[in-house]
């Protein structure tokens, strides 16, 4: 059973550029998050899919971020024009939500994924 | 709203003592409780959680964690450190109800274990 997967571990990017992030949860997981962390910080909630559906997006998830999950399996994040402010890892998680406890659902997190703008 | 706070950001221990990392939560009902931690450019690997039940809840690593409603607390413990042991932990909270199923995370606490 291999853990969630992150594509690449880093990026280093000119500011205004387009990045994309790639995450492949473990199999059979039907919810994806992902998360933002800064150095010093705990992460913060983006976004988070049931199967291909978006249910959910933070306030920190601006117009410039957009991501997907087009059949239900991987995801991909990207940010558009980037910016200083968005050097950070990018963590995906994914979690198997059942009926029987939909919220005490163990939370899998990947390596993550440095973004440095400069 | 949900929130979590860990009120030391270091917490230094001799191997061989008995180690105790700080975590207090602020939810609306019930809560659910985790544990993550955290090496060196490394993601979040999963130590432990509490769903209901026993209060007193084991981990991986020899870790475990004891849940306080009254004091709102939920202390990661384990009763002889490592030097292994060294790295960033963090407590997260979920509602149990709604929040969207996501976790809020404190802002970690660097747990240093020296010989």
């Known amino acids: 059973d291999t853990g969630v997967s992150q594509d690449p571990r880093h990026k280093i990017t000119k500011r205004g550029q387009n990045v994309t992030f790639r995450c492949d949860p473990i199999?059979?997981?039907?919810?994806l998050y992902w998360y933002r962390q800064t150095l010093g910080q705990g992460p913060e909630f983006l976004t988070y899919?049931?199967?291909?559906?978006?249910?959910?997006k933070s306030r920190l998830l601006s117009d410039r971020f957009s991501a997907e999950r087009p059949k239900g399996s991987f995801s991909t994040l990207e940010i558009q024009r980037t910016e200083q402010g968005d050097s950070a890892m990018y963590l995906c998680a994914s979690s198997l939500v059942s009926g029987e406890s939909p919220g005490g659902n163990t939370i899998y997190f990947g390596e993550g994924s440095w973004l440095t703008v400069v | 709203a949900q929130s979590v706070a860990q009120p030391e950001d270091q917490v230094n221990v001799a191997e061989g003592n008995p180690l105790t990392v700080k975590c207090t939560y602020s939810?609306?009902?019930?809560?659910?409780l985790f544990w993550y931690v955290q090496y060196p450019n490394r993601g979040l690997q999963f130590l432990l959680k509490?769903?209901?039940?026993?209060?007193l809840v084991k981990g991986s690593y020899g870790f475990e964690a004891e849940f306080n409603k009254s004091q709102t607390s939920f202390h990661l413990k384990k009763p002889s450190a490592l030097v292994s042991d060294s790295a960033l932990y963090f407590c997260?909270?979920?509602?149990?109800?709604?929040?969207?199923?996501?976790?809020?995370f404190g802002t970690g606490t660097q747990l240093k274990v020296e010989l």
């Open positions: 939810v609306s009902g019930n809560p659910y």
């Open positions: 199999s059979e997981h039907n919810r």
């Open positions: 509490y769903i209901t039940g026993d209060n």
């Open positions: 899919f049931q199967n291909e559906a978006q249910l959910e």
């Open positions: 997260a909270v979920k509602r149990l109800t709604g929040g969207g199923n996501k976790l809020t």
